[in-house]
């Protein structure tokens, strides 16, 4: 019996350590091998895995196989081959015949305008290579069909092909293609032993702190980027950003983290970055049925910002003068001070949501909690005052125990609005306010709908800035207006919802965007 027993054992242990080998072997993340060969320098780097982990395959297949068209698993392959020969077609390039041959499992670009042209920055393709040969004759055969000559060069005791329309080499199992030698040059340097990207700390930091199993992945080093561009004292407090895009089982998530340093910040990105650690409350007030809504922290922090950060670049001053015009207009037209009456009242939380369109005008709410609701009270008393006095007929009525004030433009439509519980709601019209009252007060909003928690329950999380979109809502709303193809229509169809996210908590900001896939 003890024998038993321990052959029992034994072979459970054995079964375990089999089952949990196999499963890190099909689930494991796949492993960035290019990053290694991306010159340290690198400003941008984005990679692609053609062959992902099992896990992601299963997700994407899964999501795929929803899409009209794309249901029958045994043809998967050849329709998304398809797909991307189509995408490439337009290049001349013949994705079957001249790509997928020779490609392997990752594709990535790596650069930045510190090497050249800050608005469009040279880029160079590392690919891994199945089969050399066939890559050398599908790179000879889409170099010369734009009319390129390639001519041999020798570098640190390696080849590359050289033509005035790019060159390439190869480094290791990896072809390196770019706009240049000196391109080539800085990958051969780097696999010869030169500092590279992944040698970075700044780079293994960002991405460790993001998940290792995904479709793709992406590197931006923001200060590069910055001071490459002129906006170096606009973009304080952070240095680097990572993003990577993953299969989930209801939807594709792309989500991003953004190291953040309040003590190099500016009191106004510091202030922002506060505001982002909380969850809108505004779309408690949204009425179950609606299509489409943003919600945006500090708006007018923002707008502020934005506008001296256009003051100071030359190409800002027409901007610039343009809003002053806009300023003058209101003041001297209206009687309203755009800064005194209106930007208060977008100092917290701003929320545009769509419910529909109702003879060629949108139905929806402007929802917004300012941080002293007393004194938007008054800013708008303003702004309906100065409207009363330039033509506009200002009557109330009663939602319930709410006050709705209507004010009626000539010529141009009417406005309503009430202030409840430090909360301003306005429409177009009575009816848009009336739901949003109902809405808060039922408890069947928006914000409790399913498609809108399943949507920020893929993201993990929903925190400061946010957007939600029902695509297929929103693509029957437009209708004919919007020319599409009708096996385009079908899949847009097909799509459930978008959402985006852009929650900041413990040093970090995030990013997260969701699209679901209807079952």
């Given at each position: 019996?003890?024998?038993?027993?321990?052959?029992?054992?034994?072979?459970?242990?054995?079964?375990?350590?089999?089952?949990?080998?196999?499963?890190?072997?099909?689930?494991?993340?796949?492993?960035?091998?290019?990053?290694?060969?991306?010159?340290?320098?690198?400003?941008?780097?984005?990679?692609?895995?053609?062959?992902?982990?099992?896990?992601?395959?299963?997700?994407?297949?899964?999501?795929?196989?929803?899409?009209?068209?794309?249901?029958d698993e045994a043809s998967l392959d050849e329709k998304v081959d398809q797909v991307v020969q189509n995408l490439l077609s337009g290049t001349g390039i013949d994705y079957r015949a001249q790509v997928k041959p020779w490609l392997g499992d990752q594709i990535a670009i790596a650069g930045g305008p510190?090497?050249?042209?800050?608005?469009?920055?040279?880029?160079?393709?590392?690919?891994?290579?199945?089969?050399?040969e066939a890559a050398r004759t599908a790179i000879a055969e889409i170099l010369g069909g734009s009319g390129a000559q390639l001519r041999a060069e020798t570098y640190a005791g390696a080849e590359l092909q050289v033509s005035d329309a790019g060159a390439y080499a190869f480094v290791g199992d990896m072809v390196v293609i770019g706009e240049t030698p000196e391109a080539i040059h800085a990958v051969i340097d780097t696999e010869a032993g030169g500092e590279s990207l992944a040698d970075r700390d700044d780079f293994t930091a960002t991405m460790d702190a993001l998940e290792p199993d995904h479709l793709a992945s992406a590197f931006f080093d923001l200060s590069a980027l910055a001071d490459a561009t002129?906006?170096?004292?606009?973009?304080?407090?952070?240095?680097?950003?990572?993003?990577?895009?993953?299969?989930?089982?209801?939807?594709?998530?792309?989500?991003?983290?953004?190291p953040f340093d309040r003590a190099e910040a500016t009191p106004s990105d510091a202030a922002s970055f506060a505001l982002g650690g909380e969850p809108s409350s505004l779309v408690d007030w949204m009425p179950p049925n609606t299509i489409a809504e943003a919600v945006v922290f500090g708006l007018s922090q923002t707008l502020e910002d934005a506008e001296a950060a256009l003051g100071v670049a030359p190409e800002g001053e027409e901007i610039t003068g343009a809003l002053d015009t806009v300023r003058a207009l209101a003041a001297f037209g209206l009687?309203?001070?755009?800064?005194a009456d209106i930007l208060p009242l977008l100092d917290?939380?701003?929320?545009?949501?769509?419910?529909?369109?109702?003879?060629?005008?949108?139905?929806?709410?402007?929802?917004?909690?300012?941080?002293?609701?007393?004194?938007?009270?008054?800013?708008?008393?303003?702004?309906?005052?100065?409207l009363a006095r330039v033509g506009a007929t200002r009557t109330t009525e009663m939602v319930g125990e709410e006050e709705v004030t209507i004010l009626s433009v000539p010529d141009t439509g009417e406005v309503a609005y009430a202030e409840v519980d430090g909360i301003v709601i306005l429409g177009f019209g009575l009816d848009d306010v009336a739901a949003a009252l109902e809405a808060h007060a039922s408890g069947d909003s928006l914000g409790t709908s399913d498609r809108y928690t399943t949507t920020f329950d893929v993201a993990g999380t929903r925190a400061g800035t946010e957007a939600f979109v029902d695509v297929g809502?929103?693509?029957?709303?437009?209708?004919?207006?919007?020319?599409?193809?009708?096996d385009a229509r079908d899949i847009l169809l097909q799509v459930g919802t978008l959402g985006i996210t852009a929650p900041s908590h413990d040093h970090q900001i995030e990013f997260h965007a969701v699209l679901t896939i209807d079952p």
């Open positions: 019996m003890h024998r038993l027993v321990i052959a029992l054992v034994t072979l459970i242990g054995l079964t375990a350590a089999a089952f949990l080998a196999g499963y890190l072997f099909l689930f494991s993340a796949a492993t960035d091998r290019a990053a290694a060969l991306a010159p340290a320098d690198s400003a941008f780097y984005v990679t692609v895995y053609l062959q992902p982990s099992t896990g992601q395959q299963l997700n994407l297949s899964g999501l795929i196989g929803r899409l009209p068209g794309f249901a510190g090497s050249g042209d800050a608005v469009n920055p040279p880029v160079t393709v590392i690919a891994e290579v199945t089969d050399r002129g906006m170096a004292d606009q973009v304080t407090g952070v240095s680097t950003a990572g993003a990577v895009l993953v299969a989930e089982r209801e939807g594709l998530r792309l989500s991003a983290s953004v009687g309203i001070d755009l800064d917290r939380e701003v929320a545009v949501a769509l419910g529909g369109l109702e003879g060629g005008l949108p139905s929806g709410q402007i929802l917004l909690r300012p941080s002293d609701p007393s004194a938007a009270t008054d800013a708008l008393e303003r702004v309906a005052s100065a809502a929103l693509v029957d709303l437009l209708g004919d207006p919007i020319e599409l193809p009708d």
